[in-house]
Every structure is written in structure tokens, then in C-alpha cells.
């Protein structure tokens, strides 16, 4: 048991673990998008749909080396009472699969190095073929002040359909105060916390990810979906038995699109509010920000007994 704690102590560093006491190793999700008005001369609403999924698995290579290993599934799906072209996808259903697989190095003071490779694989799941996947990776410095508060910075980078997309990182953990804590990997996703009890927290929640998604439907012609969203949501965090907790969240999505781009519109480079030469036409309209909820029961081990 102290061998296992001890490789999951390493991997605090990294973007799913709660606080300081537990890290997440598997996780199941259902997401709802009230409907929303499209940003366009559309008269319909989209009605938005996910299911998201994630596992990790933290393989020891010695006292102070791991190699780590999770993979994330998500669907995404729009529906509408629109009518559109023949060539342009409706109702939208889209699915990726990321792996996330590399080397977490323990250094001295408690600072750490993450080094991973992160493939992307984003399709209709139609007339699949090697331009369904993407290339990606992901490299993060941490370096711990004390045992309130860890800081790390990096980039992830992968090549979408579009182009090249670079993330700078910001990998937050900091314990605030006996009840409340920050910790996440921005801009991409993090929490702000408060413990209500051993059972209960409750806080906010942020999510932005770019993601892309080949259409193998020779109807499509090889487009593909350019998915935005940055969700903002207040959540609640409760343990049901043992290391099983069912977290409901409430909020609001900005900035939501799901446009389809054809296959040879591309982009020069991007960073995460900023793109260079971006002259896409887009075939699709935005719908608008709105409402979401979603309910996730999460598999989290404790990392001290």
C-alpha cells in the first residue's frame, strides 16, 4: 500500500487530483446544453449533449520515476429543429479519444518534471483513416514552495486540423487555507474549492478546450468540426461510499461553436484568444451562450490513510 501511495504522491502535479488528498483515476460524465439561439439568421435552437470519460494509471519505475498513462474519451452531440444543407452536419456527432502517456520525474525539493506524449484521435467515426488523428504533447515544470502551495508552468501542444494550437500551462495546487484550495491546469481546466465537510465541497469549476473532429462522411467532402467553449460552472462534490463521489455541476457556457471548416482551410498558428491567419469560412453559425449542467460519478483514491 505505501508503494502505491508513494507513486501517486509523484503525480499531484498533474491535472486530476482534488486539492491535495485525492487523485482521481476514473471518471464518467453526462453533460446537458439547455437549448440556445444560433448567433446567425437561423430561427432554430441546438441543444447540446456530451458523455466524457477518463482513466488513469500510474505504472512505478522507481523510487522517484513513474510512467503515466490515461486516456479521455468525449462525445459531443447538436441537435436542431433547423433545417440545413445536405452538406453540412446535422444533427452533430463527433467523438475523440485523447491519450496522455509519458515520463513523471521527481526532482530535488519536491519539484517535478512531466514529459508526455499526447496523440488525439477525432472522428465521425466514418470511413476511418489516419487523417482521423492528431499529434500532440504535453511538458511541465513544477516546483514546490511548501506544502501549501506547488507552481508549475509548461505548454501543450497539438497539431488540429486547422493547424498548429499552442497552450501555454500554469499547473496550480495551492491549499489556501484548511477549507479551501485552488488547483487545476490553466487555461485548460481547475477548480476553486471549499470543504463543507470530510463528505461535501463545493466550489467553481472552469473548462476551455479547443478540440477538432475529422467528418468521414464522403457527404462532408473531409471537413471537420471546430469545437470552442469555455464553461464557467458552480459544482458540488458529494462521497457516496468508500472512494466513490458523485459531482453534480451548474453553470454557464461561453463562447460555444461547433463550426464546420472545410479540409484544406487552415490556420498559420494559434494560442489560446489569438490566431494567425485565420481567413476560415465557416459553413455553420454559433449557437449562443447558454445554460449547461452535468452529472459525473468520479473513482478517487486517497492519498494519505
Not at 457516496?240 to 461547433?258: I, K, P, Q, T, V
Request: hydrophobic share 40%; no cysteine; proline share 4%.
Amino acid at each position: 500500500m505505501k508503494s502505491i501511495l508513494s507513486v501517486l504522491a509523484i503525480v499531484l502535479t498533474l491535472p486530476i487530483v482534488i486539492g491535495q488528498d485525492r487523485i482521481d483515476l476514473f471518471t464518467l460524465s453526462g453533460s446537458y446544453g439547455f437549448p440556445s439561439a444560433y448567433d446567425s439568421i437561423y430561427t432554430g435552437k441546438g441543444t447540446e449533449k456530451g458523455i466524457a470519460a477518463s482513466f488513469v494509471a500510474p505504472v512505478e519505475l522507481s523510487q522517484k520515476s513513474i510512467w503515466y498513462s490515461g486516456i479521455n474519451y468525449f462525445f459531443w452531440g447538436v441537435d436542431t429543429d433547423e433545417v440545413l444543407p445536405e452538406a453540412v452536419m446535422n444533427p452533430i456527432r463527433v467523438h475523440g479519444f485523447v491519450l496522455r502517456t509519458g515520463l513523471i520525474q521527481q526532482l530535488k525539493n519536491g519539484n517535478s518534471l512531466q514529459l508526455l506524449f499526447a496523440p488525439r484521435f477525432m472522428t465521425d467515426f466514418v470511413n476511418i483513416n489516419s487523417t482521423h488523428w492528431q499529434l500532440g504533447g504535453i511538458a511541465v515544470y513544477d516546483k514546490k514552495y511548501n506544502d501549501h502551495f506547488k507552481l508549475g508552468f509548461g505548454a501543450l501542444f497539438n497539431q488540429e486540423f486547422f493547424g498548429p494550437n499552442l497552450v501555454p500551462l500554469v499547473n496550480l495546487d495551492w491549499r489556501l487555507h484548511e477549507k479551501w484550495s485552488v488547483n487545476g491546469l490553466f487555461p485548460i481546466y481547475g477548480k476553486l474549492s471549499y470543504q463543507i465537510n470530510k463528505r461535501l465541497d463545493i466550489g467553481w469549476s472552469h473548462f476551455g478546450l479547443v478540440t477538432t473532429y475529422r467528418l468521414g462522411d464522403p457527404a462532408y467532402r473531409g471537413d471537420y468540426i471546430d469545437r470552442r467553449s469555455i464553461d464557467e460552472t458552480l459544482y458540488a462534490r458529494y462521497q457516496l461510499f468508500g472512494d466513490f463521489f458523485l459531482e453534480g455541476r451548474f453553470g454557464y457556457s461561453f463562447g460555444r461553436s461547433y463550426h464546420q471548416y472545410e479540409a484544406d482551410q487552415k490556420v498559420d498558428f494559434t494560442l489560446p484568444l489569438i490566431s494567425i491567419g485565420d481567413n476560415r469560412q465557416a459553413k455553420t453559425a454559433s449557437i449562443q451562450s447558454g445554460i449547461i449542467a452535468s452529472l459525473r460519478i468520479v473513482y478517487s483514491i486517497a492519498l494519505t490513510k
